[in-house]
T-cell receptor, first 112, second 113 residues
Framework: GQSLEQPSEVTAVEGAIVQINCTYQTSGFYGLSWYQQHDGGAPTFLSYNALDGLEETGRFSSFLSRSDSYGYLLLQELQMKDSASYFCAVSQYGQAGTALIFGKGTTLSVSS | NAGVTQTPKFRVLKTGQSMTLLCAQDMNHEYMYWYRQDPGMGLRLIHYSVGEGTTAKGEVPDGYNVSRLKKQNFLLGLESAAPSQTSVYFC????????????FGPGTRLTVT
């Protein structure tokens, strides 16, 4: 089986930095992805880590430690529009090819 | 490019009725996926396809069937709807697997009474 754990809610103020952690237990792990979803809309891709270390894309960074089965998403210079749900997802080999298994999501609320 | 589209956007079914949800993508992606999203449960994979004519079970496949007769279309069928299948259904597609970005459709909100 597989499981992913991430906090259910995080709150922060504009301009701050917030870190959303994700721990996972899974077999056949290939990598860790992060997706953003606004108000039940279509999820959108943020980042993917296959190797240990930090990946930076603008204000967002993602980190992976395969030995610790742990990753995080770092959001800097928070803006009101960053209020959304954030999902970590592991790529693992399924019945045919690899598929994504998502965590339950973290709701980020950014206030002014 | 329209990306990933889903039909219908909303539907109300009575218990025992059947229906098919249609997903179409115009990006020539090999891989397509069906997820359901329930409050507090995140996205759960129902079935997926790694190419035309090939499908596989995900985390929660019971009560659903799928078909991928054309590369651009992925159909999700409910043969006998149950209230437990009330959910928002998302389709997605990707060029490859593993870390390939998945592109999601706008979702179908299904209520089974």
């Amino acid at each position: 089986g597989q499981s992913l754990e991430q906090p259910s809610e995080v709150t922060a103020v504009e301009g701050a930095i917030v870190q959303i952690n994700c721990t996972y237990q899974t077999s056949g792990f290939y990598g860790l992805s992060w997706y953003q979803q606004h108000d039940g809309g279509a999820p959108t891709f943020l980042s993917y880590n296959a190797l240990d270390g930090l990946e930076e894309t603008g204000r967002f960074s993602s980190f992976l430690s395969r030995s610790d089965s742990y990753g995080y998403l770092l959001l800097q210079e928070l803006q009101m529009k960053d209020s959304a749900s954030y999902f970590c997802a592991v790529s693992q080999y399924g019945q045919a090819g690899t598929a994504l298994i998502f965590g339950k999501g973290t709701t980020l609320s950014v206030s002014s | 490019n329209a990306g990933v589209t889903q039909t219908p956007k909303f539907r109300v079914l009575k218990t025992g009725q059947s229906m098919t949800l249609l997903c179409a993508q115009d990006m020539n992606h090999e891989y397509m996926y069906w997820y359901r999203q329930d409050p507090g449960m995140g996205l759960r994979l129902i079935h997926y396809s790694v190419g035309e004519g090939t499908t596989a079970k995900g985390e929660v496949p019971d009560g659903y069937n799928v078909s991928r007769l054309k590369k651009q279309n992925f159909l999700l069928g409910l043969e006998s709807a149950a209230p437990s299948q009330t959910s928002v259904y998302f389709c997605a597609s990707s060029l490859g697997t593993s870390g390939s970005e998945q592109y999601f459709g706008p979702g179908t909100r299904l209520t089974v009474t």
